[in-house]
């Protein structure tokens, strides 16, 4: 019952159907926008305007005022009927007691038409027919009420005829909308143009940080599988280094139990005889009869001061093999601690040279120590063997096709990669600048001032290393082109590893540094590239243009 009797309350009093568009008048009273207007037209041409419920009279065109209140009511009211048919798009404002779709929109009546009500309409100039549409009121000027039909330029508005004539626009420049969109379509297409590119910028970014994105996954992913490769591998060391640990102790301590248990069983045996020898004279010393005391044949060994003495000695004798085994466990004690903690510290020191924890050293080739043979590259980089240069000979400059850094080393931990090309033998590592210059002697590892590891095709990629002139063939046939120098100057170390997959740990040397410490190559045939140390290399290239400006 309440629904029937707000279903009532809601039919316009003209078409008395559900209120479609309702407008109210100045009396009050609320109609369909399409129904008053058709009713006040008819009127009109009498002069004067009525309200067809209350009969109130209008002598101007009354003002139509939307009443948006009630057309939220009816909204909601339809919502909530059974069996409502829902049209997609915009139907047609006449047909009231069957919805039917809209073909057309007129911007005059502010009315949507379908195909029977089109041909009914009125075909006057100012009744402009559009695409259909549900915010017919936005298409008419609202001060007005004439269709917008121009464009102000200087104000950006659309207008009616009026504003551009007596209106807030007179005087500005105004053109047909046809023509401002078509203006103002050529800038959107402009516009959408450079955004255009600009979005296949963005696309080429974004697809290279994905591609980024995809190798830093990768490479984590790589990193990881390394990291957990080592690890299993220190667990498989460190348990190998216990079991042997404890074998060794477990023999030691065989070895020992079995020494002290034959000298107690020795032992043993001598309290057994001494036992025996104190109950027979302990029987002697109680006899009564004088004869059988001395008349007794083992008196003499009885009564022997010097065989009880040298037994006295023995017994110490083998006290003092137990405290040498115990002095020599506590030796063998000291070694295997010593054996574990170098172990572990070969460990730690493979761990941070795979997975290196600081940059590169900044290692630059000094022209000025460079062989004639070699040819140092712009950036003091490279170092070729080619056709004798034209250099200066001067006391710094090796006669061995041999150069060194630079830099010196006088404190820390450093390293630097370097990649060998094409070379018949070359060398890589350290020395102090007081190395010889010429002579067999100035070669690196034939002195006491220089530790190098050397290979090459020459030698079959055999390494070997060399220093004070002493040279030791190591079993490691190479495979890579890419080597790591490691330096650590207070634990006096210098580490070479191979750059394989997995990183092979080649030799280490271990010294006393005394002076600064330079790196050193040496190449015949081919080439070698030091990696890294980039802002270095940017100091030196600016050093190098700005000399040549001030040259200029």
Avoid at 11 to 35: A, E, K, S
Avoid at 333 to 351: F, N, P
Wanted: aromatic share 6%.
């Amino acid at each position: 019952m309440a629904s029937a009797g707000l279903r009532k309350e809601l039919n316009c009093p003209i078409c008395m159907d559900i209120y479609t568009d309702p407008v109210t008048l100045r009396c009050g009273h609320n109609f369909c926008r399409v129904c008053i207007d058709g009713l006040l037209d008819t009127e009109g041409g009498y002069g004067d305007y009525s309200c067809p419920q209350c009969r109130a009279t209008f002598h101007k065109w009354p003002p139509l005022q939307k009443n948006i209140t009630l057309c939220n009511v009816v909204e909601n009211f339809l919502a909530t009927q059974p069996h409502q048919e829902e049209i997609t798009g915009i139907r047609c404002t006449y047909c009231i007691h069957s919805p039917v779709p809209a073909v057309k929109s007129c911007l005059h009546c502010e009315a949507s038409l379908c195909e029977k009500h089109l041909k009914l309409h009125s075909k006057g100039p100012e009744h402009v027919l559009t695409e259909p549409s549900t915010s017919l009121e936005t298409r008419k000027c609202s001060v007005h009420k004439k269709i917008l039909e121009y464009y102000c330029t200087e104000d950006a508005a659309c207008i009616c005829v009026s504003c551009s004539l007596a209106g807030e626009h007179r005087g500005h420049r105004v053109e047909l909308l046809d023509e401002a969109s078509e203006k103002m379509k050529e800038k959107l297409r402009n516009v959408l143009q450079k955004l255009n590119t600009k979005k296949k910028k963005t696309e080429e970014r974004v697809r290279s940080l994905e591609d980024r994105r995809r190798k830093a996954q990768e490479k984590s992913s790589g990193e990881a599988k390394r990291v957990t490769a080592l690890f299993i591998d220190i667990r498989r060391r460190v348990d190998d280094l216990e079991k042997m640990v404890l074998s060794d102790i477990s023999r030691q301590e065989e070895k020992m139990s079995q020494s002290l248990s034959d000298v107690i069983q020795k032992l043993e045996i001598k309290m057994d005889e001494l036992s025996r020898k104190m109950r027979h004279i302990e029987e002697l010393c109680n006899m009564t009869d004088p004869l059988t005391v001395l008349q007794e044949p083992d008196n003499g060994d009885l009564c022997d001061p010097e065989e009880e003495e040298g037994d006295e000695d023995r017994g110490g004798h083998d006290g003092g093999d137990e405290d040498r085994g115990g002095h020599d466990e506590g030796d063998r004690g000291a070694e295997l601690i010593s054996h574990i903690s170098h172990t572990l510290s070969a460990m730690i020191r493979d761990i941070n040279v795979i997975f290196h924890v600081q940059d590169p050293a900044d290692i630059l080739l000094d022209v000025n120590t460079a062989d004639n043979n070699l040819l140092i590259s712009d950036d003091l980089k490279t170092a070729t063997w080619t056709e004798r240069q034209n250099r200066p000979e001067t006391a710094e400059r090796f006669q061995c096709n041999q150069v060194m850094s630079g830099r010196r080393f006088t404190s820390g931990r450093h390293y630097w990669d370097v990649e060998i090309r094409r070379s018949g033998l070359w060398g890589v590592g350290i020395c102090y600048p007081s190395i010889d210059r010429r002579g067999r002697q100035s070669y690196i590892g034939c002195n006491n001032k220089s530790w190098g590891l050397y290979a090459g095709w020459l030698c079959n990629n055999q390494c070997s290393v060399k220093h004070d002139s002493k040279t030791f063939q190591l079993p490691h046939q190479i495979s890579s082109d890419r080597f790591r120098i490691c330096l650590d100057y207070e634990a006096g170390q210098l580490s070479f590893y191979e750059l394989c997959d997995p990183i092979r740990h080649l030799h280490t040397f271990t010294a006393a540094f005394s002076e600064p410490l330079h790196a050193a190559f040496y190449v015949f045939g081919g080439c070698l590239d030091i990696s890294g140390g980039s802002r270095a290399v940017r100091n030196h290239q600016a050093r190098k243009k700005s000399a040549q400006r001030f040259r200029n």
